[in-house]
């Protein structure tokens, strides 16, 4: 009997030891892309960044997160192990290389044009697909904008950046979401009403995504205390703190019920 509990205790040891082994190898990115994750006194700050931080609280695990740019941290999380991405909308191509847990907000997607010149360009093309579009580098907007026909002329560097260019002229739509370019605006001294919804693109999750060849018990490690946090309404008071009610949905489009992305309750990843 003695034997046998010494040999249970090696084993969750050992067990135990693999585990902090596989959490400090993890690799945690974030891009600049405020206010779901960005820089702030040369520390990671966001809603991502703060709801991973809690989970980290709670599984134990220490790893450092960076605000690196997307194209690195998607290139390498498509050829390396242990790597976590905190913000990803999953489409059939990323499935290939990441594994999904979530969601953690829901992003409400649409095509922007400067409120004052909204009715000039519906009038010089009703369909949209002839004006100069533009979109974030790297994000899922710049698929969408291509698959959808739209004009993308512009690959930009971040909302902020967008937004400037969108006000200077280099363009005529802006493919964003709406959590992320409301931010943009009052950053800039823009109201957001500044901008009009010329077509709503649908609303999408947002997930945390492992690369391949993580360790499975990693990966479920952070499900649950992901999961966890829906159930006992922390969650829920991040996403509340990071991200107001959004501010340029279309006349008569419902709005999510607060409580986040799923109202808190469970939805599998």
């Not at 990671?44 to 991973?52: C, I, N, Q, T, Y």
């Not at 191509?93 to 409400?108: A, C, K, N, S, W």
């Not at 004009?151 to 967008?162: P, Q």
Request: aromatic fraction near 6%; charged fraction near 25%; hydrophobic fraction near 45%.
């Amino acid at each position: 009997m003695k034997n046998a509990l010494c040999g249970l205790l090696l084993l969750l040891l050992a067990w135990s030891a693999a585990c902090a082994a596989d959490q400090a190898a993890l690799r945690i990115y974030a891009m600049e892309s405020r206010p779901i994750s960005f820089m702030e006194g040369g520390q990671p700050s966001g809603l991502v960044v703060e709801m991973a931080r809690e989970v980290q609280r709670r599984i134990g695990d220490a790893n450092r997160i960076e605000v690196v740019p997307w194209a690195r941290a998607n290139l390498l999380a498509q050829k390396e192990p242990n790597v976590l991405l905190l913000s990803i909308i999953r489409t059939p191509e990323r499935d290939r290389y990441l594994r999904t847990i979530g969601p953690v907000f829901q992003l409400h997607m649409a095509c922007y044009a400067l409120r004052s010149r909204a009715a000039a360009l519906r009038a010089r093309d009703p369909s949209l697909r002839s004006l100069r579009a533009g979109a974030r580098r790297g994000s899922v907007f710049i698929k969408l904008a291509r698959d959808a026909g739209y004009n993308l002329k512009e690959e930009i560097n971040g909302s902020d950046t967008a937004v400037r260019m969108l006000m200077a002229g280099r363009f005529e739509l802006l493919l964003d979401g709406d959590e992320i370019i409301s931010g943009a605006m009052r950053r800039q001294g823009l109201a957001p009403t500044a901008l009009e919804v010329m077509a709503p693109l649908g609303v999408k999750d947002v997930n945390f995504a492992f690369s391949q060849g993580t360790p499975e018990a990693v990966i479920q490690a952070w499900d649950a205390a992901l999961r966890d946090m829906k159930r006992d309404g922390s969650y829920q008071a991040i996403v509340h703190r990071w991200l107001p009610e959004p501010a340029l949905l279309p006349a008569g489009r419902q709005q999510p019920a607060k409580g986040g992305s799923n109202g808190g309750k469970e939805r599998p990843g």
